[in-house]
């Protein structure tokens, strides 16, 4: 993969008509440092957020062994790269042969389940198998993620009781595991979600393996800016406390967005501009998913082209390239007042759901990625950063 200093370099170098996507090792770096020596467990990195080899590869460099997976395709990425990899399959609905192929094929003895249908499936296909680590995923508040998944998942209190008990007596060790959305802004998610496993320990009077606090760290965006990390931690260490178990269980962690947003962004070029709309070369069909419906925010700048950008700043709406009209952007995308057509934008925090994201819609597609070695446009993990962003 080619590296260049700064995207500046990048795009004087390439003056690209296509978008260019950026990978920065060093951003990885920062937030796997930060998970590994802060958080009171075990790490896994949530493959779908992700996975571009060389993200998995500096993740894994940086001392990551252990993976969230949610399909046999991602299994089979991660065993290629790492055979010693831990797997654990923490999609809640699996179909029968990805059941099938992780246990007997790729030795994954992991699994998350939200209904005694799925636990049945999942001991018919594996024969009664005595070696399975099952995982009850829990119904939990995701009032304060910005991307919601408590619709789509988890056992409601009542039920989970059930399965609780049920995986208890099948599997040879039980985990509890919640997730409380993407993008979660308050770190009170984890505690309610941690007193809620309590409830369910004091009822079954089983106390579970493993608690897997899940995914939705937060990133930080122009208008989402949460409390620090460590604050998150604190929260989670704190009510796992208050829970006064006997014996304490295996914690784990599955961050996605946390872990790799700042990591990647996106270079566009503006192909046409009319007053406040700026018509550029990606879009929702291509990294912008998240920019589209989901209306995040991400932080722009424009590219040094070598003409005096404008002090005074306008916000932008943007479109991507394709004939749909969901392929827009509504921001606002704060930019200088006098950019113009074939100017270059950049858009952060696009290391997650971005790169995986792209279709062929319309037959845009750009597979241009390289390795940057500049600071991203915003960053949890570095105050000075987060000033100039303000400044800027
Ligand atoms: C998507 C997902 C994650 C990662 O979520 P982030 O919000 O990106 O941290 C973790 N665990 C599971 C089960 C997921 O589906």
């Known amino acids: 993969m ?29 937030s796997v440092d930060f998970f590994k020596n802060k958080f009171p467990g075990t790490v896994l990195y949530a493959v779908k957020t992700n996975p571009h080899e060389k993200v998995l590869k500096s993740i894994i460099s940086n001392g990551i062994d252990s993976f969230d997976v949610a399909s046999l395709n991602e299994i089979q990425l991660i065993k290629k790269i790492m055979p010693s990899a ?17 246990y007997f094929n790729y030795g994954v003895r992991n699994f998350a389940l939200d209904s005694k249908d799925e636990l049945m ?14 995982y009850v995923r829990i119904s939990t508040s995701n009032e304060h993620a910005e991307i919601d998944l408590s619709r789509k998942f988890g056992a409601s209190p009542s039920e989970a009781l059930g399965l609780v008990r049920l995986c208890k007596e099948h599997g040879r060790k039980i985990g509890i595991s919640f997730h409380v959305g993407s993008q979660c802004m308050h770190k009170v998610s984890f505690s309610k979600a941690i007193n809620e496993i309590g409830n369910i320990i004091k009822k079954t009077k089983i106390i579970p393996d493993t608690i897997n606090v899940g995914g939705g760290f937060p990133s930080i965006y122009p208008d989402l800016r949460p409390e620090s990390l460590e604050s998150y931690i604190e929260e989670i260490k704190k009510a796992l406390k208050n829970l006064k178990l006997s014996k304490i269980p295996k914690i784990l962690c599955e961050p ?22 700026l018509y550029i070369n990606d879009g929702t069909y291509g990294t912008l998913f998240d920019a589209g419906v989901p209306n995040f925010i991400l932080p722009t700048r424009m590219i040094q082209n070598g003409r005096v950008q404008s002090k005074k700043q306008t916000a932008f709406n943007l479109y ?25 934008l950049e ?14 819609f319309n037959g845009f597609y750009s597979n241009q990625i390289f390795e940057l070695s500049d600071k991203p446009i915003m960053s949890m993990y570095d105050n000075s950063s987060k000033l100039d962003y303000l400044v800027a």
């Open 2 to 30: 080619r590296k260049f200093k700064s995207v500046e370099e990048l795009i004087n170098t390439l003056k690209p008509d296509y978008p260019v996507y950026c990978i920065r090792p060093d951003s990885i770096k920062k």
């Open 86 to 102: 831990k797997l654990y399959f923490m999609h809640t609905i699996k179909s029968r042969e990805s059941i099938f192929e992780s």
């Open 121 to 134: 499936k999942i001991l018919e296909i594996t024969k009664g198998a005595k070696d399975l680590n099952l």
């Open 256 to 277: 996605g967005r946390a872990l790799v947003a700042e990591s990647g962004s996106t270079v566009v070029k503006v192909n046409l501009r009319k007053k406040q709309k």
């Open 320 to 344: 991507g390239p394709t004939c749909d009209s969901l392929d827009y952007m509504k921001g606002p995308f704060l930019l200088p007042n006098n950019i113009k057509e074939g100017d270059y």
């Open 347 to 360: 858009l952060g925090q696009l290391g997650s759901y971005g790169l995986t994201f792209r279709t062929k």
